[in-house]
């Protein structure tokens, strides 16, 4: 998109001239779903803007550096901000695209998203140009000469929509007096580094390969030629593909999905039950779930977004109540290490692919950590689990090769898979054994088949179906089932 816009705001081209450069020179032919959202977004923007006082575009990047002391000695700090930049009649302008709706009437604004609002204002009452390449770790940046501004202003696009929301407009005295009372502290802490966090953004950070939180397993996925770009992927995405490759393609374009169609019962029953437990596992200090941690009500109960009621809501009442029978945290200390919902991540370099995956509960007891899957099923089905639920065999490999902080490549500290089964007969845990040479042998077949037919695709040609009445992409995509014929 911001190609597309360069093409029409400094090369002077139309919007159908600008589309069809874009098109011919990209290194590789964009996907077609990638076009339909990329034209519609330029249209969106345009729209958005067209009645705003006429701005001229300003191709460099704007950037400020601010002296600290730390411990007495002066530390140079850059500042830049990301968007569209605009200058003129004394007004400085930062438009910043967004995918969705700007339209703010449904909520408020969050303290992180208002810090970064002012950082930007301030960030852009004292701009310089930035003259060199783009930022390198320990390269300072080379800017242009300071010229003052009467006026700033903030402004988020809505591309999907053509709304406009203006986030900050004043003096940068004012722009100065915001940043100090809402960013500041902020913008400390930030520079002062903290914690890890692993998790579906590491896939897009150029840092990955030297991160201490992201292990690298060489060979992991058991797939090699790198893409053109590095990408991440988890089993979902492996689901999504065999769906449809294109979903999978939007999925981590990260294009504006739509509302899916209405989720089935069992579903959201399911959603509501793993969010139940989610909540019980994230209490402080921690406890085991009893049977009273059920909801009261069995006709009628929701628990953040899942409602359920009738049928449903009585079975997974029924479940809620019966994962206290096999409850993990029994016997824990009220300070044990317990994680719902954490996210373990390593990086394949072979492949250059980061791996994801999403566990329902990671927790220690004594020296040994656990992960558990648990899966809210009608009745039980004695299949293998690794075929049924493959995230069983990806999460075997992590365990194995010291995805778990804490535990080594070699996996001797200690990590073991659990399967947790809610069913309308009862509860039903099994647990997979990591030391098992003929079971990990069988997961890492199964990862290698997930990922071999994702990774060696190049061109995600669409797999229309009657699933394309619960895409949430299928508005971008041209070869959707049931597209009207020109």
Same mark, same amino acid.
């Given at each position: 998109?911001?190609?597309?816009?360069?093409?029409?705001?400094?090369?002077?081209?139309?919007?159908?001239?600008?589309?069809?450069?874009?098109?011919?020179?990209?290194?590789?032919?964009?996907?077609?779903?990638?076009?339909? /959202?990329?034209?519609?977004?330029?249209?969106?923007?345009?729209?958005?803007?067209?009645?705003?006082?006429?701005?001229?575009?300003?191709?460099?990047?704007?950037?400020?550096?601010?002296?600290?002391?730390?411990?007495?000695?002066?530390?140079?700090?850059?500042?830049?901000?990301?968007?569209?930049?605009?200058?003129?009649?004394?007004?400085?302008?930062?438009?910043?695209?967004?995918?969705?709706?700007?339209?703010?009437?449904?909520?408020?604004?969050?303290?992180?998203?208002?810090?970064?609002?002012?950082?930007?204002?301030?960030?852009?009452?004292?701009?310089?140009?930035?003259?060199?390449?783009?930022?390198?770790?320990?390269?300072?940046?080379?800017?242009?000469?300071?010229?003052?501004?009467? =006026?700033?202003?903030?402004?988020?696009?809505?591309?999907?929509?053509?709304?406009?929301?203006?986030?900050?407009?004043?003096?940068?005295?004012?722009?100065?007096?915001?940043?100090?009372?809402?960013?500041?502290?902020?913008?400390? &802490?930030?520079?002062?580094?903290?914690?890890?966090?692993?998790?579906?953004?590491?896939?897009?950070?150029?840092?990955?390969?030297?991160? %201490?939180?992201?292990?690298?397993?060489?060979?992991?996925?058991?797939?090699?030629?790198? @893409?053109?770009?590095?990408?991440?992927?988890?089993?979902?995405?492996?689901?999504?593909?065999?769906?449809?490759?294109?979903?999978? =393609?939007?999925?981590?374009?990260?294009?504006?999905?739509?509302?899916?169609?209405?989720?089935?019962?069992?579903?959201?029953?399911?959603?509501?039950?793993?969010?139940?437990?989610?909540?019980?596992?994230?209490?402080?200090?921690?406890?085991?779930?009893?049977?009273?941690?059920?909801?009261?009500?069995?006709?009628?109960?929701?628990?953040?977004?899942?409602?359920?009621?009738?049928?449903?809501?009585?079975?997974?009442?029924?479940? *809620?109540?019966?994962? &206290?029978? *096999?409850? %993990?945290?029994?016997?824990?200390?009220?300070?044990?290490?317990?994680?719902?919902?954490?996210?373990? *991540?390593?990086?394949?370099?072979?492949?250059?692919?980061?791996?994801?995956?999403?566990?329902?509960?990671?927790?220690?007891?004594?020296?040994?950590?656990?992960?558990?899957?648990?899966?809210?099923?009608?009745?039980?089905?004695?299949?293998?689990?690794?075929?049924?639920?493959?995230?069983?065999?990806?999460?075997?490999?992590?365990?194995?090769?010291?995805?778990?902080?804490?535990?080594?490549?070699?996996?001797?500290?200690?990590?073991?898979?659990?399967?947790?089964?809610?069913?309308?007969?009862?509860?039903?845990?099994?647990?997979?054994?990591?030391?098992?040479?003929?079971?990990?042998?069988?997961?890492?077949?199964?990862?290698?088949?997930?990922?071999? @037919? /994702?990774?060696?695709?190049?061109?995600?040609?669409?797999?229309?179906?009657?699933?394309?009445?619960?895409?949430?992409?299928?508005?971008?995509? @041209?070869?959707?089932?049931?597209?009207?014929?020109?």
């Amino acid at each position: 998109m911001y190609t597309v816009l360069d093409l029409i705001e400094f090369d002077r081209l139309s919007l159908e001239e600008a589309l069809t450069k874009w098109r011919h020179d990209s290194r590789r032919r964009p996907h077609p779903g990638l076009v339909q /959202w990329t034209e519609h977004a330029v249209r969106g923007y345009l729209a958005a803007v067209a009645e705003s006082a006429p701005l001229a575009p300003v191709s460099r990047q704007w950037a400020r550096q601010r002296t600290d002391l730390e411990d007495g000695v002066p530390v140079v700090h850059e500042e830049t901000v990301t968007g569209r930049r605009y200058e003129g009649d004394g007004i400085r302008e930062l438009r910043i695209p967004r995918i969705k709706s700007v339209d703010r009437r449904s909520g408020g604004r969050t303290e992180g998203e208002l810090a970064e609002t002012a950082l930007a204002a301030a960030v852009l009452a004292d701009a310089r140009p930035v003259l060199s390449s783009r930022w390198k770790p320990e390269q300072r940046l080379t800017l242009g000469r300071f010229t003052p501004t009467a =006026h700033v202003r903030v402004v988020e696009i809505g591309c999907v929509d053509a709304s406009r929301n203006i986030l900050f407009e004043g003096t940068p005295e004012e722009a100065h007096h915001r940043y100090v009372r809402t960013a500041d502290e902020r913008v400390r &802490a930030v520079k002062a580094g903290g914690g890890y966090h692993p998790g579906q953004e590491c896939g897009t950070c150029e840092l990955v390969d030297v991160c %201490p939180a992201v292990p690298s397993r060489p060979g992991f996925l058991g797939v090699d030629s790198p @893409p053109a770009q590095r990408r991440s992927w988890s089993m979902t995405t492996a689901r999504t593909y065999r769906t449809c490759p294109a979903r999978a =393609h939007f999925r981590d374009l990260f294009l504006p999905g739509a509302d899916a169609a209405e989720d089935s019962a069992a579903t959201v029953r399911g959603q509501a039950v793993h969010a139940a437990i989610e909540e019980l596992h994230g209490r402080s200090p921690v406890r085991a779930c009893v049977s009273t941690d059920a909801p009261a009500t069995s006709e009628r109960w929701r628990v953040g977004r899942w409602e359920v009621s009738g049928f449903q809501a009585r079975l997974g009442t029924q479940m *809620v109540g019966d994962h &206290a029978l *096999v409850c %993990p945290l029994d016997g824990l200390p009220g300070d044990a290490q317990v994680y719902p919902e954490r996210s373990l *991540v390593v990086h394949d370099p072979e492949a250059d692919v980061v791996v994801v995956a999403k566990t329902d509960l990671l927790y220690r007891r004594t020296d040994t950590w656990f992960l558990r899957e648990t899966k809210t099923i009608r009745s039980l089905d004695e299949s293998d689990p690794l075929v049924i639920y493959p995230q069983l065999a990806l999460a075997l490999l992590l365990a194995r090769e010291g995805a778990v902080p804490g535990t080594t490549e070699d996996g001797a500290t200690g990590c073991r898979v659990e399967l947790e089964r809610l069913t309308g007969s009862g509860p039903v845990v099994t647990e997979l054994d990591g030391d098992d040479g003929e079971l990990l042998a069988q997961a890492r077949q199964i990862v290698t088949d997930h990922a071999t @037919p /994702w990774h060696a695709d190049e061109e995600y040609v669409a797999n229309p179906g009657k699933h394309c009445e619960t895409c949430p992409f299928s508005q971008w995509c @041209p070869d959707r089932a049931g597209k009207s014929a020109a």
